[in-house]
């Protein structure tokens, strides 16, 4: 079993960034894949980004490639999600969620999940 909680989240202008960070407890986050996805009001969950091997890896949605950045600190088993250029479609409720396997961009292949954490970008 593993337990993730999500933290950084708030309110920030259009153009601001925000670092998200996860903290994963009860195992480490060795051959995990780990993912961020977002969910808007009133749509659906979508993906934003990935990582394996240790953040060696790493996938974007086209929607956010070149203004957020994944990473991963191995060994205080956390993952971030630096969001940079920040805009008001940006705004949703941001989950982390860990992998067993060699999941990528979609729900249904991650374990575990994180409570989410607000992000509200004003213009």
Known sequence: QMQLVESGGGLVQAGGSLRLSCAASGRTFTSYTLGWFRQAAGKEREFVAFARWGGASTNY?????????????????????????????DTAVYYCAASRGMATRFEAGYDYWGQGTQVTVSS
Request: hydrophobic share 40%.
């Open 61 to 89: 949605a086209d929607s956010v490639k070149g203004r957020f950045t994944i990473s991963v600190d191995n060994a205080k088993n956390t993952v971030f999600l630096q969001m940079n250029s920040l805009k008001p479609e």
